[in-house]
């Protein structure tokens, strides 16, 4: 079945750093969503992607879809006490998505 | 706005007893439902989901199981829980990215 895998598991910055997530799936996806869960909450809706070759950004969030649709990458610019939290892509089709394996985000002061 | 009730937020039940998880929405109808589950520290793993009324597909073939009585209610249950049951378990509905419910902590003893 379809994976979709998120690189790397975890990582540790100073805040004021910029944090990169990768994400890659074993197929062509028809559109890529972000989602952040903050610790002992819920995932919480960021953005979806659907063209390929597709970049969006939100404040200091930037979004990319690459050109095949089959990765993605969610950058963060100058991190904040507040980015802290797991990091999920997710893709597939409008029934179902496949999350993938997510990114542990700390951030310290 | 669409909202999702889960109740209860956390939840510690023995090993051979019985569940049921309730999940209803708010704001939406004919949603499609979502059941995750979330280990510790993992990723989101899809149990569940429904299309409409009695409409169930199963993604993993275990000890649970769901129903959908009416086109708001999404219920998950089990009739003899495991240690392996423990998890946080989220409901969803898909609407433009997924909305999650704030979800139940299971710990099964």
């Known amino acids: 079945g379809q994976q979709v895998m998120q690189i790397p598991q975890y990582q540790h910055v100073q805040e004021g750093e910029d944090f990169t997530t990768y994400c890659n799936s074993s197929?062509?996806?028809?559109?890529i969503q972000w989602y952040k869960q903050r610790p002992g909450g819920h995932p919480v809706f960021l953005i979806q992607?659907?063209?390929?070759?597709e970049v969006k950004k939100q404040k200091r969030l930037t979004f990319q879809f690459g050109e095949a649709k089959k990765n993605s990458s969610l950058h963060i610019t100058a991190t904040q006490t507040t980015d802290v939290g797991t990091y999920f892509c997710a893709g597939g089709g409008f029934q179902k998505l496949v999350f993938g394996t997510g990114t542990r985000l700390l951030v310290s002061p | 706005s669409q909202t999702i009730h889960q109740w209860p937020a956390t939840l510690v039940q023995p090993v051979g007893s019985p569940l049921s998880l309730e999940c209803t929405v708010e704001?939406?109808?004919?949603?499609?439902l979502y059941w995750y589950r979330q280990a510790a520290g993992r990723g989101l793993q899809l149990l569940f989901y429904s299309i409409g009324i009695g409409q169930i597909s199963s993604e993993v073939p275990q000890n649970l199981s769901a129903s959908r009585p009416q086109d708001r209610q999404f219920i998950l249950s089990s009739k003899k829980l495991l240690l392996s049951d423990s998890g946080f378990y989220l409901c969803a509905l898909n609407n433009y990215g997924y909305t999650f419910g704030s979800g139940t902590r299971l710990t099964v003893v």
């Open positions: 704001g939406t109808s004919n949603p499609n």
């Open positions: 992607l659907v063209k390929s070759g």
């Open positions: 197929t062509t996806l028809s559109n």
